[in-house]
């Protein structure tokens, strides 16, 4: 009796002859080729980051400021200790911009006796540049005047201080990008030191767990509890101020935020049925750890680590600016920004072309870190 499932298809169907089938051999069937390569994970986040206009910016950004604070110091024509004490407090004179009267290196002089606008020994030839107010002060004859401040001081007309010259008569600008090649120096020396801490230590704590984790994560809050700046005095102190008395101030306690975010990735992954197949298989903890689970932490913890390089420029620039920085006269951008805050109403611009580079660097690398996490993120994987 036929089976109740068959009972609709019709008779001829049923009993079709063996001779109307057509036997294909295997070798003749093949799988259509995918038209398209392959997507991994990282190229897919590749994908999405360079969707992400912000971030590209960003990108290029920081990419501009590294290049030049590689070949601005090398390029100027100044040394980052040259003195001249004819050349103390020079405003910024860029070429092509003075043409129109943009950074042309002038300076006002407030009440001037108007008769001393003919001594050519105070005033040489070419240096007044224009008499913006006459008045009397007290029956005498008082004018405020725009001065080239170049030709006053006696600075040869083709030579240009884009960005001035401080209370030394040293060049800013090749200062400011000495002090950056530094601050970057140290922010990515003391973010990979932490890095490396806190994966070791974070990875050991998050796979054994247990009791190993119980004491390890109490060193790490212990060691959180320290007094950041007595810490960094400590340093200061044993080794003097350096390099490398500020990396090891940023990486006594830097580490730890790494270990905890190590030590959860490795507890959500050391149960999944990879692991614990790799494990059965007799592989060592080691190759566990490293090879197998450790990759998955990637993502958070290169964004992490991006989110990190200005949080230590930061911290570098704000010990540099209570006087804790590097010893002189080797420049920072915290350097720069105590000094020139001394002489923020007289010379303004001494403050702000250091403080215009370092909120750059900071924007950019937040910024940069943020697109970074969102094309990590595994859940907006194929996202367009």
């Keep these: 009796m036929m089976n109740d499932r068959y009972q609709n298809i019709p008779e001829e169907i049923l009993n079709i002859p ?17 038209k398209t390569k392959p997507i991994g994970f990282y190229r ?7 969707k992400s206009k912000v971030s590209i910016v960003a990108f290029w950004m920081i990419s501009v400021v590294i290049l030049l604070a590689l070949i601005v110091p090398e390029v100027t024509g100044y040394t980052y200790t040259q003195q001249d004490v004819n050349r103390i407090n020079l405003p910024p004179r860029i070429p092509l911009l003075e043409d129109i009267g943009i950074a042309d290196g002038s300076r006002m002089m407030t009440n001037r006796r108007k008769s001393s606008l003919d001594d050519t020994n105070r005033f040489p030839p070419g240096s007044i540049m224009e008499i913006v107010r006459e008045y009397e002060a007290r029956g005498t004859p008082v004018v405020d005047i725009k001065v080239d401040y170049y030709a006053f001081t006696g600075v040869p007309k083709n030579e ?5 010259t401080d209370y030394l008569g040293r060049d800013i600008m090749t200062r400011l990008f000495r002090g950056v090649r530094i601050s970057l120096a140290i922010a990515f020396l003391s973010v990979i030191t932490n890095v490396v801490i806190g994966v070791v230590y974070g990875s050991i704590a998050g796979y054994y767990g247990g009791r190993v984790d119980m004491v390890m994560t109490h060193v790490a809050e212990v060691m959180d509890g320290l007094p950041y700046i007595v810490v960094t005095i400590l340093f200061m102190i044993l080794l003097g101020s350096g390099m490398l008395s500020i990396i ?25 049925e990879y ?7 007799g ?11 450790l990759p998955n932490t990637t993502g958070p913890l290169i964004t992490r680590a991006m989110i990190a390089i200005p949080g230590a420029i930061f911290s570098e620039s704000f010990l540099a600016y209570i006087g804790l920085g590097i010893k002189p006269p080797e420049p920072s951008i915290g350097i720069l920004l105590s000094t020139g805050q001394s002489v923020l109403l007289q010379y303004p611009y001494q403050t702000f072309f250091p403080a215009v580079v370092i909120s750059v660097l900071m924007i950019a690398f937040n910024l ?3 697109g970074l996490r969102d094309a990590l993120d595994p859940t907006r994987r194929g996202e367009v």
């Design 18 to 34: 063996a001779s109307a089938f057509e036997r294909v051999p295997v070798t003749e069937i093949k799988d259509e080729k995918p």
């Design 44 to 50: 897919d986040a590749l994908q999405r980051l360079r």
């Design 160 to 164: 240009y201080h884009w960005f001035g």
């Design 248 to 272: 090891l101030a940023l990486t006594v306690t830097g580490w730890i935020g790494t270990t905890r975010l190590i030590r959860a990735q490795f507890y959500r992954f050391k149960g999944r």
């Design 275 to 281: 692991v614990l197949a790799a494990r059965t298989l």
């Design 283 to 293: 592989v060592p903890d080691e190759k566990l750890i490293f090879r197998h689970i």
């Design 368 to 370: 940069f870190a943020n």
